[in-house]
Structure formats: C-alpha cells, structure tokens
C-alpha cells in the first residue's frame, strides 16, 4: 500500500519532534480567511483559530500588508536602539485599553512571567513588602503557559509531574469564589493573577459580578490585579478585552496570541504608570520582544480593534453560536458556555471523548480542539461567515446524531 502524502508528512513530523503535542492528523499547507487546505487538498473550516491567536482570519489582508511593507525596511534592532515602530504601537496598545505603559514580549507565557516580576518589584518598591516575601494568589485549574514558574502554579497534575523544584510565592484558590480569594489576601499580597475567563480549563465564565468582586477586594488591600487577556483578549469575547464586558479595570493586562495577527508572536504587559513603571533599565528585557516587524503587525492589529468592528462581529456571531449550541444540549450535549465568539461544549462522555469528536468533525471538514476529557472548544476566525459558522455547526449536529445513533 503506498502511504498518503498526510501518512509521510505524520511520519517524518514524528521522527524528530519531540512528543510534547499530540495533534489531529491534518497537515496543512495554506489557508485563506476561515479555511485551511491540507496536503491533500482537503479543505476544512478552522474552528480553533490557533487558540485565538488567529482572531482575524489566516493571510489578513491588511495585516499581511503591513508586515510586507515592515519586512522590506527593517526587522530587528534589538532593544539597544530606538526603531519608529516601537512608539506608535505602544501609546496606541496602551489608548486602546485606556492604560499607560506597555511591556512588548513575544510569547504569553514571557508576557505572564513578565507581570509576575512588575508585581512583586511593585510590591518590594512601592507596597514596602519585605525582600522575598511576595505572595501572589492565582485561580484553580488556571493556564497561564508553560515555564517552570508558571506550572508551578498549575494545579494540572501533567503539567508539573517531573518538572519541580517549583518557584515559591504563589497560592491558588477556587476559582469564582470571591470569599475564598479575599480569605487568603495578607500584608505580603501583592498581586491577584486571572484570567476573566478560564480558556484551557474549558472556556470557564466565572459567576456574575466575580471580576468585579475581586477588583473591589484588590484596591481595598493594595494589591494588583492582573488579567490574563491572552487568549480572552483582542475580539474573542465580543469585547476589546473581557474585562470590558465586566466593566472592570485591571492593574495590569497581559496580552498575546492575536497581539501578533497570527504571523508573529507578539505580547505585551500593559498597565498602570505607577505600576509598570518600576521597571528600571537593564532589570528586564527580550532580544526580539519589540522588534520592528512584530510592532508593526500590532500596531495594524491595534488599529484593526479601534474601529470596534471585529469586537461588534464577534458580539454578533457569538449570540447566534450560543442559540445554535444550546439547541444541540440534550442531544448529546451536556452545557454551553462561552463569550462572544468562544464556547466550551461540554460532550456527554457516555457518548464519545472530547477528541473522537473532535477526530469525527475532522473528518467533516471542521477543526476543533479537546480539552479536559470530554469539552470541546470553537473559537473560529472572528472574520468567520455566518453561512460558514453555520455549516460548522450543521458538522457538529451530524456527528452528534451519528454518536447517538451508534
Ligand atoms: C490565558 C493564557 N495565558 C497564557 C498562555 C501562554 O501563551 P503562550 O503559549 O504564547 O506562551 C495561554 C496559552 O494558551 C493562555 O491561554
């Protein structure tokens, strides 16, 4: 039997890269607005927009644009010196989000490492905490990244198994209980660490009025808090930020994913003067964070989220999805739940695991993303059609009734 071209691409994929990812087997080759072709010349509908970090459509135009025109100029200077794209794309981050300061990185987990170390020199320079004694508190089941100070405070078992020693400081609490957070506040707290909504966990809505609880109790203590916008941010939510959809204001943003218009990796800190600022020359910094080309697709992805139409499509888009789920709960759907154009399916799992559904909607034509067992989750492109969201859907519902029919 002659292998497929997708059996020789696994195969060579497999030989020398390390297990750490366990991917569907599609091996895509090109991809235009919410569709990715394979090698095989399949097409199928993205319905995990790289983790959102693909919110506005593969090969955007306007993005794709201006990181041409940024590529033939310049691409990299270090942070040694000044380039002219830095400037713009950080007062216009930072006016976006009605803040001050930005601190450009690359990946989220850099950006989220990043406001660990604001928030404690915050807490040693400006709260008058003792030298290593900042605490930060963080939420159960949070997903923040992957560095060893992070998974140090995971509390995903696989995530840390075999990793340790853990960096100290942090605790966790349950997430959504307000009483629970304030319980654990003390004199050495410096910072509360959350995402408005939990994505990896399975796209997790906290309880009304959660945010706005924990923002209350932070000012009330002295502590920061810290949002993690990295996949929650930039369009997703139906909101430039699911902040804005709680009528909260951080301390501190971390963004990331969509920051770099899915053609860079591009995050950012952004936050509060008073805040930020006590960051002193040479204590932090990244080689590529900033660089010409990255703050040029973020200054086009800043300016794209200024016109408040991707955010608008989203809010649109995500009330037709949730009517559309909803109606499947019941046929082999337990619950919904999710923001905008984002929603956590949670599988009957008497039906079928999280990924055979997901392995069932490849073969439809629709890329979906497992996590947790039995939770499905759709993020598509927020350029998506309705027509096409539709058909996505319509794949769902026929994999649904083939499970239950089986
Ligand atoms: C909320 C959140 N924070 C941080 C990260 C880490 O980002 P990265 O994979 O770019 O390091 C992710 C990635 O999924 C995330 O969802």
């Not at 390390?18 to 895509?28: D, G």
């Not at 590529?288 to 408040?308: D, Q």
């Not at 949730?322 to 009957?348: N, Q």
Request: proline share 4%; with cysteine; glycine share 10%.
């Amino acid at each position: 039997m002659t292998p497929t071209t997708t059996a020789r691409a696994l195969e060579t994929e497999r030989e020398s890269l390390t297990r750490n990812y366990n991917p569907l087997p599609v091996v895509a080759v090109s991809a235009k607005g919410a569709w990715v072709t394979d090698v095989e010349g399949k097409k199928y509908l993205d319905c995990l927009a790289a983790y959102s970090a693909v919110n506005f459509g593969h090969g955007n135009k306007t993005l794709i644009r201006a990181a041409r025109k940024q590529l033939g100029k310049l691409t990299l200077t270090s942070r040694a010196f000044y380039h002219d794209q830095l400037g713009p794309f950080a007062k216009e981050l930072a006016a976006l989000l009605r803040m001050d300061m930005v601190l450009p990185m690359n990946t989220g987990a850099e950006a989220v490492e990043s406001a660990i170390k604001v928030s404690r020199a915050w807490g040693y320079r400006v709260k008058g905490v003792a030298a290593n004694k900042a605490k930060i508190i963080v939420a159960k089941e949070n997903f923040h990244g992957r560095t060893i100070s992070i998974v140090s405070f995971s509390t995903d078992e696989s995530s840390r198994k075999d990793f340790g020693p853990f960096t100290p400081g942090f605790v966790s609490v349950p997430y959504g209980d307000a009483e629970a957070l304030e319980k654990e506040i003390d004199a050495n707290t410096v910072a509360v660490l959350i995402e408005p909504i939990q994505g990896e966990a399975g796209i997790i809505t906290p309880p009304k009025g959660y945010l706005k609880k924990v923002r209350a109790l932070t000012k009330a203590n002295n502590v920061l808090m810290i949002a993690d916008e990295i996949q929650s941010g930039l369009g997703r939510t139906g909101a430039t930020v699911q902040c804005n959809n709680e009528k909260v204001v951080p301390d501190m943003y971390i963004l990331g994913k969509a920051l770099g218009g899915g053609i860079v990796p591009v995050s950012a800190v952004v936050g509060r003067k008073e805040v930020m600022g006590v960051l002193k020359p040479g204590e932090h910094g990244s080689t590529f964070g900033g660089n010409p080309l990255a703050a040029a697709v973020g200054l086009a992805v800043v300016r794209m989220l200024a016109k408040g139409d991707m955010q608008r499509r989203s809010q649109r888009l995500g009330k037709h999805l949730k009517k559309r789920l909803e109606a499947l709960v019941g046929k082999g759907v337990l619950a919904v739940r999710g923001a905008g154009l984002w929603a956590g399916i949670d599988i009957d799992p008497t039906l079928a695991t999280g990924r055979e559904v997901c392995e069932a909607l490849m073969r439809k034509g629709v890329l979906a993303k497992d996590t947790h067992g039995s939770t499905i989750r759709l993020a598509p492109p927020l350029i998506v059609s309705k027509k096409d969201l539709d058909w996505g859907i319509d794949q769902l519902e026929a994999v649904l009734a083939e499970l239950r029919s089986r």
